[in-house]
């Protein structure tokens, strides 16, 4: 699920599989990500984040790996259920900016 | 908590119509911000205030003003509503100091200019 445009990736996965969804940021002095998840209707939803000093980090049911060498995000989704579909959005920063930076988000549909 | 609450909800505007779009926020933060989301888009910055009696331009400040009237609220006025402002408008808010860098999102205000 790279971003790609102005055309919203898109992700299909079966209820109970894991899923991956990507994200490739710009700055590369950019220090601090995040993940939200904005479902239909509403306004996005903080889900994880991680500093650029670490490479993993995990939550519940969700993990994101950062490497910076490619300046690639992932997010990991365990045993997807039906109420993780939405639309996954990465957003990068430089901490103490106020300006945090979006990317074109992921539609990612759970199939049951 | 509320969190962030948006008023309107919902709103359509004429071209050349004015409005202002209300954002409040309970959790004490300092920093409040206001996006704009079109289709297959991420948001985009429009403005921010970093403390009560400060703003600052964003990614897309043009045709827009705003208030920052006291900690809590933050608001967007478009003075000549045009088509092409035509989008969800969401208002953000986050603390800072302490190493805190996340927004929080309101529910949003879709506006459709004719």
């Known amino acids: 699920g790279e971003s790609v445009g102005l055309h919203l990736p898109t992700l299909s996965v079966q209820e109970g599989d894991n899923s991956i969804i990507n994200c490739a940021y710009s700055?590369?002095?950019?220090?601090?990500f995040i993940w939200y998840k904005q479902e239909s209707g509403k306004g996005p939803q903080f889900i994880i984040d991680?500093?650029?000093?670490?490479d993993k980090r995990q939550g519940q049911r969700v993990t994101v790996l950062l490497n910076k060498t490619v300046k690639h995000l992932s997010l990991q989704i365990a045993a997807t259920q039906p109420g993780d579909s939405a639309v996954y959005f990465c957003?990068?920063?430089?901490?103490?900016?106020?300006?945090?930076?979006f990317g074109t988000g992921t539609r990612l549909t759970i199939i049951p | 908590n509320a969190g962030v609450t948006q008023t309107p909800k919902f709103q359509v505007l004429k071209t050349g119509q004015s409005m202002t779009l209300q954002c409040a926020q309970d959790?004490?933060?300092?920093?409040m911000y206001w996006y704009r989301q079109d289709p297959g888009m991420g948001l985009r910055l429009i403005y921010y205030?970093?403390?009560?009696?400060?703003?600052d331009k964003g990614e897309v400040p043009n045709g827009y003003n705003v208030s920052r009237l006291n900690k809590r609220e933050f608001s967007l006025r478009l003075e000549s509503a045009a088509p092409s402002q035509t989008s969800v408008y969401f208002c953000?808010?986050?603390?800072?100091?302490?190493?805190?860098?996340?927004?929080?999102f309101g529910p949003g205000t879709r506006l459709l200019v004719l």
């Open positions: 953000a808010s986050r603390n800072r100091g302490g190493g805190a860098e996340t927004q929080y």
């Open positions: 700055n590369s002095a950019s220090d601090y």
């Open positions: 991680i500093r650029s000093n670490m």
């Open positions: 957003a990068e920063k430089i901490i103490g900016n106020e300006k945090l930076t």
């Open positions: 959790m004490n933060h300092n920093s």
């Open positions: 205030s970093a403390s009560e009696g400060t703003t």
